[in-house]
C-alpha cells in the first residue's frame, strides 16, 4: 500500500533531482512555478514517484494591464485607450466628436466656455457631496483629497459675474451626468469609484492643457482657478492614488473588471460636457 508524502518533503526532493525517475528538475521547476494550487495538490509515493495529475491541471493566472503596479495603472491603461491620438500619445480611438480632435485647432466659443464651467461646477459639486455623505463608508477615503475643484469654480465663476456676464443654470450635459452620479453612488460602488478617477485625474492631466489653450484664445491668457491647486499637485494625485489602490485591494476580480467597464461611460459624459467648449 503506497501512502502520500506532504509537500514538505517536495522541497527536500526537488533539491536532490536524481530521486525522481521520471522528470528532469527543470520540468519540476517550470511546473512548481506555475500556480500555489498546483503545489497544494502535488504529492509523493513512498516509492519515490511524483503524482503529477493534479500539477498539470490549472490554467496560468489571468495577468491584467497594469494590474502589477496597482489598480489606477488598470483604470488609467483602459482610459489611455479611451482617447483618440489626437488627444493624447497613447490613444487608440477614432476621432468622431468634434472635442476629439487636436486641443491647439480647437475654436473655442467663449459662452460655450461658460456652459463648460457651470456644468463641470455641478458635476464636481456632486462629487463633493457624495463623499461628504457618504453612502459606502470606502467614499469616505476621498473626503479633503486637496483635489476638490467646487470652490475654485466658484471663484472663476464670480470673476466672470465680476466682468458682467449672466451666469446660466446649468445645461443638460451636467445636469444629466450629476444625476447619473448620485444614482451610482448609491448602488453600485466600483462604477461610481470608476467616475471619481476619471473626473480628476483627466481634469489634471487633458484638462489642464484644454485650460491653457482655451485661455489663450478667449480669455486673454487668464489662469483660471480651475486649473490652480493648493500645494504639489503630483503629490496630491499620488496621495488619491494611494487610496484608491486600498480601497480596491477589497474587490473582486469581478468588481474590478466592473470598474473598468465603466470607463467607456465616463468617457461619454464627460465628452458631453467638454463638447459645451465648441458650441
Ligand atoms: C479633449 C479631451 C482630452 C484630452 C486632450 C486629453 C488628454 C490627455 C493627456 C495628454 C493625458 C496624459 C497622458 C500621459 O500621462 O502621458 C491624459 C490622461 C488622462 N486622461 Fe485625458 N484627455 C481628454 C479627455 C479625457 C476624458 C473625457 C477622460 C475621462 C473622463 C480622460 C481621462 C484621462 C485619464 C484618467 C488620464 C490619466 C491621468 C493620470 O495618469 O494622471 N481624458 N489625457
Known amino acids: 500500500m503506497s501512502s502520500l508524502t506532504p ?12 530521486i525522481l525517475p521520471h522528470f528532469t528538475s527543470s520540468f519540476f521547476l517550470t511546473r512548481f512555478h506555475v500556480s500555489e494550487t498546483i503545489t497544494r495538490g502535488a504529492s509523493v ?3 519515490g514517484v511524483v503524482v503529477v495529475s493534479e500539477m498539470i491541471v490549472e490554467k496560468p493566472k489571468k495577468r491584467y494591464a497594469g494590474e502589477s503596479k496597482g489598480f489606477v495603472e488598470e483604470m488609467r ?6 482617447h483618440t491620438k489626437d488627444q493624447a500619445k497613447e490613444g487608440e480611438k477614432e476621432v468622431k466628436e468634434p472635442e476629439e480632435t487636436t486641443v491647439a485647432k480647437w475654436e473655442p466659443n467663449f459662452d460655450g466656455y461658460l456652459k463648460f464651467l457651470i ?3 455641478l458635476v464636481y459639486d456632486t462629487l463633493e457631496k457624495i463623499v461628504q455623505e457618504p453612502h459606502y463608508p470606502s467614499y469616505a477615503e476621498f473626503r479633503k483629497t486637496g483635489l476638490e475643484r467646487c470652490a475654485s469654480l466658484e471663484k472663476d465663476l464670480q470673476w466672470f459675474k465680476e466682468q458682467g ?3 446660466p443654470e446649468p445645461s443638460s450635459p ?6 447619473y ?3 451610482l453612488s448609491q448602488k453600485d460602488p466600483q462604477a461610481f469609484i470608476c467616475h471619481f478617477y476619471n473626473i480628476y485625474f483627466a481634469h489634471s492631466a487633458g484638462g489642464r492643457m484644454i485650460g491653457k489653450k482655451v485661455a489663450e484664445k478667449i480669455l486673454n491668457k487668464k489662469e483660471l482657478e480651475f486649473y490652480k491647486w493648493d500645494g504639489d499637485l503630483s ?7 494611494d487610496k484608491l489602490n486600498k480601497v480596491a485591494e477589497e474587490w473582486s476580480r469581478e468588481e474590478k473588471n466592473h470598474c473598468l467597464e465603466e470607463t467607456e461611460k465616463s468617457f461619454k459624459l464627460s465628452g458631453e460636457i467638454l463638447r459645451l467648449i465648441l458650441t
Request: hydrophobic share 45%; net charge positive; charged share 20%.
Open 181 to 183: 452620479l448620485t444614482e
Open 174 to 179: 451636467g445636469v444629466a451626468y450629476a444625476q
Open 119 to 121: 456644468d463641470s461646477k
Open 45 to 47: 509515493s513512498m516509492k
Open 77 to 82: 491603461f483602459v482610459a489611455m485607450k479611451l
Open 165 to 167: 456676464h449672466v451666469i
Open 235 to 241: 503629490k496630491l494625485l499620488q496621495n488619491v492614488r
Open 7 to 18: 509537500l514538505s518533503q517536495l522541497h527536500f526532493l526537488y533539491n536532490k533531482p536524481h
